[in-house]
């Protein structure tokens, strides 16, 4: 039992991006009454639509790697644009959200205390189409800076479901966070890839926490529309153009359309398709990427 119990805390260990773990919130600013029509956002995760490329092009596992679809708990966005066309540039579209920033870690950063959560089909941001531009949207930009999922993994022949959390965003201040039931003070600012992860062994809880190498982050349209290195902005193309008039009078719900994909994916040193950070023997298995694999934004 002792020697399980090292080898475990090996796996734990070796593992080394973030949950507030509370009810997701749907931020609603001032309205023109409580009937005005909303422009409302939802977060969807799907392991059946498309796993892509940084271009957006159907991406294959390559040689040597492994991967898993990961069951997600909830995510958190920092930035919503829509873009006329595959020629407009990042920030020359409509911007409809952009969460609170802070310098209290030094550089300017995604400031996590304020950032909204929400789960699967729950609401994650509205705002009144009053004011939003009229116009015709082709395209939709989400800057995504927290996800939290659960994944499978192996440790001492036995199997065991484990929480990750991951920051995303091009940079973010933490003061505290929660995985799944453990708390984590960080009280600085961390670069995107900065994860935790919790597990329960023997009734324990483990927790650790690392720096991923990188994440995937999808944009069909990157030749003629780039993004910043480590912005995490993920690009989708609606399949049928968001037409605002301006003259509404019922509710728009964007969807928000993720693929999670075979989106955790890691070097498998064994090659059993299993993630297993460590066996006691070999070096274990390492991340390679922990990015979301696709947008595909619909409306309604």
Request: charged share 15%; aromatic share 12%; net charge negative.
């Given at each position: 039992m002792n020697k399980l119990l090292l080898t475990l805390c090996a796996t734990v260990l070796i593992f080394s991006a973030c949950s507030k773990d509370e009810d997701p919130i749907t931020?609603?600013?001032s309205s023109t009454g409580p009937a005005a029509p909303k422009l409302v956002f939802k977060f969807h995760f799907d392991s059946t639509l498309t796993r892509l490329d940084n271009f957006g092009n159907p991406a294959i596992i390559p040689a040597g790697n492994a991967t898993q679809s990961p069951r997600f708990n909830n995510m958190s966005a920092h930035y919503i644009e829509f873009a006329q066309d595959s020629n407009t540039q990042l920030g020359n579209g409509e911007i409809i959200y952009k969460g609170a920033e802070t310098t209290a870690g030094g550089p300017n950063a995604v400031d996590f205390d304020q950032a909204i959560v929400a789960g699967e089909g729950v609401a994650f941001y509205s705002k009144p189409l009053s004011q939003v531009?009229?116009?015709?949207?082709?395209?939709l930009r989400v800057s995504l800076t927290y996800q939290n999922y659960d994944i499978d993994f192996m440790a001492a022949s036995s199997m065991y479901t484990g929480t990750l959390a991951s920051f995303v965003g091009f940079n973010t201040y933490?003061?505290?966070?929660?995985i799944n039931t453990q708390n984590v003070?960080?009280?600085d600012d961390k670069s995107q890839g900065y994860w935790g992860f919790e597990t329960v062994i023997f009734s324990v809880p483990y927790v650790s926490e690392g720096q991923a190498p990188g994440t995937t982050v999808p944009n069909p349209i990157s030749s003629t529309s780039p993004i910043p290195a480590g912005s995490c902005v993920v690009t989708g193309n609606f399949p049928t153009a968001l037409v605002i008039t301006g003259n509404e009078t019922q509710d728009i719900v964007v969807n928000i359309n993720l693929s999670t994909n075979n989106s955790f994916e890691w070097k498998d040193v064994i090659v059993d398709g299993i993630f297993e950070p460590s066996d006691?023997?070999?070096p274990g298995d390492t991340v390679v990427d922990m990015g979301l694999r696709g947008l595909f934004p619909t409306w309604q």
């Amino acid at each position: 039992m002792n020697k399980l119990l090292l080898t475990l805390c090996a796996t734990v260990l070796i593992f080394s991006a973030c949950s507030k773990d509370e009810d997701p919130i749907t931020a609603t600013p001032s309205s023109t009454g409580p009937a005005a029509p909303k422009l409302v956002f939802k977060f969807h995760f799907d392991s059946t639509l498309t796993r892509l490329d940084n271009f957006g092009n159907p991406a294959i596992i390559p040689a040597g790697n492994a991967t898993q679809s990961p069951r997600f708990n909830n995510m958190s966005a920092h930035y919503i644009e829509f873009a006329q066309d595959s020629n407009t540039q990042l920030g020359n579209g409509e911007i409809i959200y952009k969460g609170a920033e802070t310098t209290a870690g030094g550089p300017n950063a995604v400031d996590f205390d304020q950032a909204i959560v929400a789960g699967e089909g729950v609401a994650f941001y509205s705002k009144p189409l009053s004011q939003v531009a009229p116009g015709t949207y082709d395209w939709l930009r989400v800057s995504l800076t927290y996800q939290n999922y659960d994944i499978d993994f192996m440790a001492a022949s036995s199997m065991y479901t484990g929480t990750l959390a991951s920051f995303v965003g091009f940079n973010t201040y933490i003061s505290n966070y929660d995985i799944n039931t453990q708390n984590v003070a960080v009280n600085d600012d961390k670069s995107q890839g900065y994860w935790g992860f919790e597990t329960v062994i023997f009734s324990v809880p483990y927790v650790s926490e690392g720096q991923a190498p990188g994440t995937t982050v999808p944009n069909p349209i990157s030749s003629t529309s780039p993004i910043p290195a480590g912005s995490c902005v993920v690009t989708g193309n609606f399949p049928t153009a968001l037409v605002i008039t301006g003259n509404e009078t019922q509710d728009i719900v964007v969807n928000i359309n993720l693929s999670t994909n075979n989106s955790f994916e890691w070097k498998d040193v064994i090659v059993d398709g299993i993630f297993e950070p460590s066996d006691g023997v070999n070096p274990g298995d390492t991340v390679v990427d922990m990015g979301l694999r696709g947008l595909f934004p619909t409306w309604q």
